[in-house]
């Protein structure tokens, strides 16, 4: 099958230890925030959102930490698993029209 | 209903053809979205509708693509006299919205196009 983000920064991280991706973004008018995975051959797959007014979002084994200062987004994920390997973007939105995403990240979970 | 659906999943084409991809949303979604999204990366949003309306249209969306969602339900995104850059995997996305209150998009597998 086809590969996602040949060429894309990758962060490599032993198995069971904890992972964090970050995203920059650009518009400062940006309410609402999504974190994607996205695995070869396959569409984005939701993990995670958060909204403007709020700071930190957690889900199964999954945090979102939003910096509206800096304009700053960050996935953590807890205990990261083989499965967890893909590719991971963070989208921004205002008014939930056009949604930005940034350039991706690829996460590799070493044995 | 499993999620969002798009056929065909791969189409090769040759320079100068027309290409027709579909889109099947979640039904109860009202929002449907089109992305296109080359290797290395993200998606890029290309126009959305909001029911049968089309509300926006990136400036990536050239007068050679056009894109429809009759009733509401499938759309379809439609690229004429195709070019060797379009070639890309097209992504469709629906969600709900309600009240102006939206909620996370929803993906479909893609199509991914190559045109020779």
């Known amino acids: 099958g086809e590969s996602v983000g040949l060429h894309l920064p990758t962060l490599s991280v032993q198995e069971g230890d904890n992972s964090i991706i970050n995203c920059a973004y650009s518009?400062?008018?940006?309410?609402?925030f999504i974190w994607y995975k996205q695995e070869s051959g396959k569409g984005p797959q939701f993990i995670i959102d958060?909204?403007?007014?709020?700071d930190k979002r957690q889900g199964q084994r999954v945090t979102v930490l939003l910096n509206k200062t800096v304009k700053h987004l960050s996935l953590q994920i807890a205990a990261t698993q083989p499965g967890d390997s893909a590719v991971y973007f963070c989208?921004?939105?205002?008014?939930?029209?056009?949604?930005?995403f940034g350039p991706g990240t690829r996460l590799s979970v070493l044995p | 209903d499993t999620g969002v659906s798009q056929n065909p999943r791969h189409k090769i084409t040759k320079r100068g053809q027309n290409v027709t991809f579909r889109c099947d949303p979640i039904?109860?979604?009202?929002?449907l979205y089109w992305y296109r999204q080359t290797l290395g990366q993200g998606p890029e949003f290309l126009t959305y509708?909001?029911?049968?309306?089309?509300?926006?249209k990136s400036r990536l969306l050239s007068d050679r693509f056009s894109a429809e969602r009759p009733k509401g339900s499938f759309s379809t995104l439609e690229i004429q006299r195709t070019e060797q850059g379009d070639s890309a995997m097209y992504l469709c996305?629906?969600?709900?919205?309600?009240?102006?209150?939206?909620?996370?998009?929803?993906f479909g597998p893609g199509t991914r196009l190559t045109v020779l």
């Open positions: 996305a629906s969600s709900l919205t309600s009240g102006g209150f939206y909620n996370e998009q929803f």
């Open positions: 518009n400062s008018a940006s309410d609402y």
């Open positions: 958060i909204r403007s007014n709020m």
């Open positions: 989208a921004e939105t205002d008014y939930g029209q056009n949604f930005v």
């Open positions: 039904s109860e979604h009202n929002r």
């Open positions: 509708f909001q029911n049968e309306a089309q509300l926006e």
